[in-house]
């Protein structure tokens, strides 16, 4: 068989630990053999960042705004542990945090549906995507513990000089206070990436806040959401068959777990952070989370939600067999695949990526998976496989769907 030709290479940010393990068997085992694969390629690893003075990551993230696509794996954030482990230089930031300040995007997060791994939520048959503003709010906050009696006010001074000022609270005794802010351009980034990805995916768009009681502050998450559907994507979601959604956040909680799911709920930066570890939880398991950086200028960088996977690459270096799911890298990859031919138009490209997540899905329903969901699958007889042999069973899997 020809392998599938693609025409504008994807950016490839290889990793760390565990999954730069998987990095190499999914590219050997299930990407080399029926794909001609066009890539940039860029190391990511902690070694290299650190020879590099972390350049390397600025250049990977400026590769993506040129060519639009990325794939990247797992990464390590360094903290003090890691500065003795590989003698960094500095401790670098979170690659993941570098990129997306560069990219100015929104992660979007969905589970991976497999029959035998059951949401804890009963009426939840279709994925539940999050998206979180990564942008300001209580992660960019100032802080204060004050002793007593006074009083505290907000205070804005324009560039003239001019103060605006609102009270805050008249304190009798000791107490706290938090002065946190967001920015009109971030939040008007936030909406185009989430009206563009409902658009892409076809599903609709849920966003909540709690504007009944944060008339200025949430409610003006809640206009620019409007003004900008109403003026730039109304029409679109009615070509396209999907909603808009607005509601309270309290609502949106109640609503979400008695949907079917299939949607994506958009969240304000903590709303966000908390949300989807409830919904990635509620569906099953860490290891079957994707995730997509979506720019509001088009460019798309796509990743498994799980990190290196350490406690498992620890074992891998003693020789120790290892069981390590993974089908979220893979998806990081069939994500990457299917949105490069998408946009070469190459449909050779976007069914091979439909087909290998199709026999991910596949060979998990037929029994043979990784340990991880072996633990949590109603199928009563399952085959744990260590990680070498999953990938050879998703191969074998892919050969008899590319054959038909
Ligand atoms: P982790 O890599 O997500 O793993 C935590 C635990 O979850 C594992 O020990 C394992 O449980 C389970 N798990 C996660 N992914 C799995 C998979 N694919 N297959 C099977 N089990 C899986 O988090 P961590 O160990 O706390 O973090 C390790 C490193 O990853 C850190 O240096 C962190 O900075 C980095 N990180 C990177 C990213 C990113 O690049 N996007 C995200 C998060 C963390 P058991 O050990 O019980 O089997
Ligand atoms: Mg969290």
Redesign the pocket.
Same mark, same amino acid.
Request: net charge neutral; glycine share 4%; hydrophobic share 25%.
């Given at each position: 068989m020809a392998k599938i030709k693609m025409t504008t290479p994807l950016v490839e940010m290889d990793?760390?630990?565990? %999954?730069r393990v998987?990095w190499g068997l999914i590219k050997e085992e299930l990407l080399n053999p029926f794909v001609e694969l066009n890539t940039e390629y860029y190391d990511l690893g902690l070694v290299h960042r650190n020879e590099t003075n972390d350049q390397v990551t600025i250049d990977s993230a400026n590769a993506t705004k040129r060519l639009g696509v990325a794939v990247?794996? @797992? %990464?390590?954030?360094?903290?003090a542990a !890691?500065m003795t482990e590989y003698d960094l230089k500095e401790m670098y930031k979170?690659? $993941?945090g570098t990129i997306r300040a560069m990219l100015d995007g929104t992660v979007f997060r969905a589970p991976i549906i497999v029959k035998g791994i059951e949401p804890y939520v009963r009426t939840w048959k279709k994925p539940i995507t999050i998206a979180r503003h990564a942008y300001g709010d209580v992660y960019k906050a100032s802080e204060m513990k004050v002793s007593g009696k006074g009083k505290a006010e907000i205070v804005f001074t324009d560039e003239n000089g001019n103060e605006q000022r609102e009270l805050i609270h008249n304190f009798n005794g000791a107490g706290i206070l938090q002065g946190m802010h967001n920015l009109e351009d971030s939040i008007e980034n936030f909406a185009k990436s989430c009206f563009n990805f409902a658009l892409d995916t076809k599903q609709d768009l849920w966003f909540a806040t709690k504007d009944t009681i944060s008339k200025k502050y949430d409610h003006t998450f809640k206009d620019i959401f409007q003004e900008i559907f109403d003026k730039e994507y109304a029409d679109k979601f009615k070509e396209a068959g999907i909603e808009y959604f607005y509601t309270l956040i309290d609502d949106a909680v109640a609503r979400v777990i008695r949907s079917e799911g299939g949607f994506i709920w958009a969240c304000k930066n903590y709303d966000g952070d908390v949300m989807s570890d409830m919904v990635a939880t509620a569906f099953g /398991?860490? /290891?079957m989370m994707t /995730?997509v950086l979506v720019s509001p200028h088009g460019y798309y960088e796509y990743? @498994? @939600?799980?990190? *290196?996977?350490? !406690?498992?690459y620890y074992k891998h270096l003693k020789g120790e067999e290892t /069981? *390590? $799911?993974?089908? @979220? %890298?893979i998806f990081a990859w069939t994500g990457a695949l299917r949105k490069r031919g998408e946009i070469d138009k190459l449909n050779d490209l976007v069914d091979f990526a439909n087909k290998l997540e199709k026999a991910c899905i596949k060979t998990v329903e037929d029994g043979k998976m *990784?340990?991880?969901l072996a633990l949590i699958t109603t199928d009563p007889n399952p085959t744990t496989l260590n990680t070498q042999d999953f990938i050879k069973a998703v191969r074998e899997t892919l050969e008899g769907l590319m054959a038909n």
């Open positions: 990793g760390d630990e565990m %999954t998987l990247k794996c @797992a %990464t390590i954030t360094p903290n !890691r979170s690659p $993941n /398991s860490l /290891s /995730s990743e @498994a @939600a799980h990190g *290196t996977v350490q !406690r498992h /069981s *390590t $799911n993974p089908i @979220a %890298t *990784t340990k991880d």
